[in-house]
């Protein structure tokens, strides 16, 4: 059984920086495509970021230059670095495992994480 656990959300300034983590255990990440996703109230969830087996990363036109994925395949475990916060970044931040990309973009998503509140005030 997949699981997905993600951490480190909370509320942060504008300007400010979060790391989120998630935990994985039931499948590699060192041999499958991880992301990122979010979703605001009232809003579907979107895509943030992706990271494949073969290290290429994928960004949100958003949240690049701002955000980086990156994994530890020792402890199985994916992250976000986000940096210079904004109040449009507040959202519950998903983690997703088994992404299929076409183009860059996911075209599916085999596995997810329950989500993490991450509130950027003004």
């Known amino acids: 059984q997949v699981q997905l656990v993600e951490s480190g959300g909370g509320l942060v300034q504008a300007g400010g920086s979060l790391r989120l983590s998630c935990a994985v255990s039931?499948?590699?990440?060192?041999?499958?495509?991880m992301g990122w996703f979010r979703q605001a109230p009232g809003a579907a969830r979107a895509f943030v970021a992706a990271?494949?087996?073969?290290?290429?990363?994928y960004y949100a036109e958003s949240v690049k230059g701002r955000f980086t994925i990156s994994r530890d395949n020792a402890k199985n475990t994916v992250y976000l670095q986000m940096n210079k916060l904004k109040p449009e970044d507040t959202a519950v931040y998903f983690c997703?495992?088994?992404?299929?990309?076409?183009?860059?973009?996911?075209?599916?998503?085999?596995?997810w994480g329950q989500g993490t509140q991450v509130t950027v005030s003004s």
């Open positions: 997703a495992g088994g992404v299929a990309l076409l183009g860059g973009r996911p075209n599916g998503v085999e596995n």
């Open positions: 039931g499948r590699f990440v060192s041999s499958s495509s």
């Open positions: 990271i494949t087996w073969s290290d290429s990363t």
